[in-house]
Structure formats: C-alpha cells, structure tokens
T-cell receptor, first 111, second 113 residues
Framework: GEDVEQSLFLSVREGDSSVINCTYTDSSSTYLYWYKQEPGAGLQLLTYIFSNMDMKQDQRLTVLLNKKDKHLSLRIADTQTGDSAIYFCAEIPYNNNDMRFGAGTRLTVKP | DAGVIQSPRHEVTEMGQEVTLRCKPISGHNSLFWYRQTMMRGLELLIYFNNNVPIDDSGMPEDRFSAKMPNASFSTLKIQPSEPRDSAVYFC???????????FGSGTRLTVV
C-alpha cells in the first residue's frame, strides 16, 4: 500500500512495556522516525534509525527495524503515565524532502 | 533557539472571514512545511517550501488556501473565505538540509463557526 500504517490504539499498565508497530511504504527510505505528540502540543522527535541498522536503543526506548518486511517498532520499557501520548511513525523516501506520517497510535497508560 | 514559532495559538472566526496563520521557522532551516491535523484525516501535508520557494502544494485543499514565504524567517497560510470544515490544528515545521526529522511548532487551533 501507499500509506504508513499503524494501529490506532494501545493501552498498557504502568510499569509494563509498550510496543508500537508500524509498516512503512518505501524501501528506499534512508531514515525512519518516531514522533511523540502530547495533548495540545506539536510533534516532538523522539528517535530515529538509519536504514542500515536493525536496532537502536536510547534509554527506555528501543527501535527495531525489519527492512525486508518494511516493519518498524518502538518499545518503551517501564512505561509511565507521562508516556501517554500519540506516537507517529514517519519515513522520508530517498531523494524526497516530504516526510510521510502514519495516522498515529494513541498510547494510554493506566496506573 | 526558541524553536518553530506559530501564531496565534488559537483562532475562532466566523464562516466567510479571512484567516491568516503565521510561522517563524528555526533560523538556518531552509525547508518549511505546513500540515493540517484533524481526527478524521490525521496529519496532512498542505505545502512545503525549500529556500523560500514553494515545491509541492498538491495538498492544498482548494483555491481558498494560499501560502507564502516572503523570506527565510517567515511564512503565512491564508484561508479566504474560511468554512467550518477548515476547523483543525495547523502545524508548521522546519528542517535543515541533511538534518534529522522536522521540528514542529505548537500549532494553531482554528475553529470556524
């Protein structure tokens, strides 16, 4: 398909791990991104991964990339209530300045 | 750096009125993007500029929408005349060539009644 796809909702308990999945469209995409949007705010870049990497870890965040399946995931360890937000997956296809976003996954963290 | 600055934060206007949204990108960023976010359609790219020149305006919904970037530090998105279906949050974002990702402003929440 032509869309970056994500599931729309995820609910977890505080302290559990959250895994947000994304399927992107263009195998030429050099970088893939995760953004976080808190209520009433703009999108904030969380992390990114270069397409020649399989994994990137940044404190509680782990990004996994399966280039063959064009699948990207974001794992948040020890999820906190402050992690409740909408998470967007995004790609920039090679030779293109236009970032394509998924519809966003709304993460709800229950105490 | 203060980041990408958008004004106003909130705008409520009556149908038929002209609306102007403003954006100041991060100094040194040479690409600027206007997005619209709604519950139904998610994030939609309206238009983007490279070095102040409009590159792709295929996302602009119709002729009522226009965008300008008279210099590297300022852009406007104008809706004339506005309609209730234009109600959304409008985001501006900027990026430097070769930089990672976009930096977004806080958005303008537009309500057309």
């Amino acid at each position: 398909g032509e869309d970056v796809e994500q599931s729309l909702f995820l609910s977890v308990r505080e302290g559990d791990s959250s895994v947000i999945n994304c399927t992107y469209t263009d195998s030429s995409s050099t970088y893939l991104y995760w953004y976080k949007q808190e209520p009433g705010a703009g999108l904030q870049l969380l992390t990114y991964i270069f397409s020649n990497m399989d994994m990137k870890q940044d404190q509680r965040l782990t990004v996994l990339l399966n280039k063959k399946d064009k699948h990207l995931s974001l794992r948040i360890a020890d999820t906190q209530t402050g992690d409740s937000a909408i998470y967007f997956c995004a790609e920039i296809p090679y030779n293109n300045n236009d970032m394509r976003f998924g519809a966003g996954t709304r993460l709800t963290v229950k105490p | 750096d203060a980041g990408v600055i958008q004004s106003p934060r909130h705008e409520v206007t009556e149908m038929g009125q002209e609306v102007t949204l403003r954006c100041k990108p991060i100094s040194g960023h040479n690409s600027l993007f206007w997005y619209r976010q709604t519950m139904m359609r998610g994030l939609e790219l309206l238009i983007y500029f490279n070095n102040n020149v409009p590159i792709d305006d295929s996302g602009m919904p119709e002729d009522r929408f226009s965008a300008k970037m008279p210099n590297a530090s300022f852009s406007t998105l104008k809706i004339q005349p506005s309609e209730p279906r234009d109600s959304a949050v409008y985001f501006c974002a900027s990026r430097t060539q070769g930089g990672h990702g976009y930096t977004f402003g806080s958005g303008t929440r537009l309500t057309v009644v």
